[in-house]
């Protein structure tokens, strides 16, 4: 499949369109520097990681509106204090300018993470991001513990990155977030990369917990499975997962070193169903942020 065809793979579906969890657009200084890390092949990379989608912004939105991405994020992460709140003002207003894409926001655990959490909640957002890898911090974190628990009764999914790939850093693996999950059980959390490669311990995680889901953002593709295989015998539990809105469509779109289609192929050749891929694509989504197509 080359990205061409993917229209073709979602209507085949009796879908209207995909809706992709896991995107990023980034201020331009942050992304200039975010792309520079990618292109040195950093610490936290360690392989070459060539970026497919190195274009401007508006060509970016109209890549996925071509692709037939209906609904996407803009997910930012702050890696230092004194960042989350600009960087949750920059988001929410490129979505209120950027038809289709949610609104997106972050935090860093800081004396003011509160507030400004709350004044993104109070400003609409949809959506928060954290990543523990480049982040380097706990997420037990006790001025976080408030934090937790108001995106816990508002419903607010939170995309982390937990998983300990590519490198393990810090604070990475299913026990630092398992420690969030076990005093806020009802957070929505979504797992980003399916958790990879601790693939089976974040899947019990999501079996154990109400409301936590796994992206399949990279999992599953060619790239990935060089650097953490796949279980096959975890594929029972990945369709059951999926089948109960457990699983969502991500891609880490535009910061993916090759086609956005490969991650379709990826989902598709997993052979687990139509129902396992209409739910992956865009039901799941869909249900948890009471979306409807657009456009």
Not at 146 to 151: A, I, Q, R
Not at 253 to 280: K, M, N
């Amino acid at each position: 499949m080359i990205d061409e065809d993917v229209p073709q793979f979602w209507s085949g579906l009796g879908v209207p369109g995909l809706f992709d969890v896991h995107t990023h657009f980034l201020p331009p200084r942050m992304e200039r520097r975010v792309w520079s890390h990618f292109d040195a092949g950093g610490p936290l990379i360690g392989r070459p990681w060539p970026i497919a989608y190195r274009t401007d912004v508006p060509t970016r939105v109209r890549t996925l509106d071509a692709l037939g991405v209906k609904w996407f994020s803009a997910l930012t992460y702050a890696h230092r204090p004194d960042m989350a709140a600009d960087l949750n003002r920059w988001a929410l207003d490129f979505a209120a300018r950027t038809p289709g894409c949610l609104r997106s926001a972050t935090f860093f655990p800081e004396p003011d993470v509160l507030a400004y959490t709350r004044e993104a909640l109070d400003a609409g957002a949809q959506i928060f991001k954290l990543h523990l890898q480049v982040g380097g911090f706990d997420p037990r974190d006790p001025v976080l513990d408030e934090v937790w628990g108001l995106l816990a009764e508002s419903r607010t999914p939170v995309v982390v990155h937990a998983g300990s790939g590519p490198v393990a850093n810090g604070f990475t693996g299913p026990v630092p977030i398992g420690g969030v999950l076990a005093r806020h059980r009802s957070l929505d959390l979504i797992v980003a990369h399916a958790g990879a490669p601790e693939y089976n311990e974040f899947f019990t995680l999501a079996e154990r917990y109400p409301n936590v889901r796994l992206d399949t953002t990279m999992a599953f593709t060619d790239f990935f499975e060089e650097m953490a295989p796949f279980p096959p015998g975890l594929r029972p539990r990945l369709r059951e997962l999926g089948l109960r809105g457990k699983v969502l469509l991500g891609s880490d779109f535009p910061t993916i070193p090759y086609a956005y289609a490969h991650q379709l192929d990826a989902l598709a050749r997993l052979e687990l169903g139509d129902s396992w891929l209409r739910a992956v694509c865009w039901e799941n989504a869909c249900d948890l942020f009471g979306m409807t197509p657009r456009g």
